[in-house]
């Protein structure tokens, strides 16, 4: 008889020979110093090109569009682990559902990344500096929130204080860059 009493596996949950890796979080600084990287990419593309009218009306609907997609999935990740908090789903089950989300909240920063770049985002300006600032911080936390998801995807039982202190940081962080981000977003477009 297969034993099922532990979290449940599923294709895209680690094994716990996963977090066990020496060159483990090696990798996530590469991970990391790459999702920086293309932050930086982005802004630079964003001065080489001069879209028409046209373009950046095309591309500030799909900016909107990967919004909703991408920070529609970290909610909706926050919301299984305030389940979690109230009772009403199992840890485990709240840590598989936010692992399905992982690539869509990636897909929406990424489609974000490239249709900001078609958006001539004023370099000039202090505040979208800092709006850039959240989205580079927001995908260094994704980025260390991964390793986060595999360290939770393989603990039995109830999970230590450590490690529920590092989500709740995780998830505070997440929620002030992208709330940031939108918020400088919308005052660049109405002022
Ligand atoms: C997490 C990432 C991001 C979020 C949440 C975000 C959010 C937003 C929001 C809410 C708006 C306002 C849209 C409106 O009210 O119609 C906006 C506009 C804008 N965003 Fe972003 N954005 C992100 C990333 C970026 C990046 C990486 C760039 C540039 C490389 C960028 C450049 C712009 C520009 C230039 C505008 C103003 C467009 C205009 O003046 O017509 N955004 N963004």
Same mark, same amino acid.
């Given at each position: 008889?297969?034993?099922?009493?532990?979290?449940?596996?599923?294709?895209?949950?680690?094994?716990?020979?996963?977090?066990?890796?020496?060159?483990?979080?090696?990798?996530?600084?590469?991970?990391?110093?790459?999702?920086?990287?293309? $932050?930086?990419?982005?802004?630079?593309?964003?001065?080489?090109?001069?879209?028409?009218?046209?373009?950046?009306?095309?591309?500030?609907?799909?900016?909107?569009?990967?919004?909703?997609?991408?920070?529609?999935? $970290?909610?909706?990740?926050?919301?299984?682990?305030?389940?979690?908090?109230?009772?009403?789903?199992?840890?485990?089950?709240?840590?598989? /559902?936010?692992?399905?989300?992982?690539?869509?909240?990636?897909?929406?920063?990424?489609?974000?990344?490239?249709?900001?770049?078609?958006?001539?985002? /004023?370099?000039?300006?202090?505040?979208?500096?800092?709006?850039?600032?959240? =989205?580079?911080?927001?995908?260094? /936390?994704?980025? %260390?929130?991964?390793?986060?998801?595999?360290?939770?995807?393989?603990?039995?039982?109830?999970?230590?204080?450590?490690?529920?202190?590092?989500?709740?940081?995780?998830?505070?962080?997440? %929620?002030?860059?992208?709330?940031?981000? =939108?918020?400088?977003?919308?005052?660049?477009? /109405?002022?």
């Amino acid at each position: 008889m297969p034993d099922d009493s532990g979290p449940p596996r599923h294709r895209l949950a680690p094994g716990p020979s996963d977090t066990a890796r020496p060159g483990w979080p090696r990798s996530y600084a590469a991970a990391a110093t790459a999702a920086t990287a293309l $932050v930086g990419a982005a802004v630079w593309l964003s001065t080489l090109v001069h879209p028409s009218p046209v373009l950046h009306d095309l591309a500030l609907f799909a900016h909107l569009g990967f919004l909703v997609l991408g920070f529609g999935a $970290v909610l909706v990740a926050d919301y299984f682990f305030a389940l979690w908090v109230l009772g009403r789903t199992t840890f485990a089950e709240a840590v598989t /559902n936010t692992t399905r989300l992982h690539p869509l909240i990636w897909s929406g920063l990424a489609g974000l990344l490239i249709s900001g770049a078609l958006l001539s985002p /004023n370099l000039t300006s202090g505040i979208t500096i800092l709006k850039l600032g959240f =989205v580079t911080a927001l995908t260094v /936390n994704g980025v %260390q929130a991964m390793a986060l998801s595999k360290r939770m995807s393989v603990l039995d039982g109830i999970p230590p204080m450590r490690l529920l202190l590092w989500g709740g940081c995780t998830s505070a962080v997440s %929620q002030i860059c992208w709330w940031g981000a =939108v918020l400088i977003g919308f005052l660049n477009v /109405n002022r």
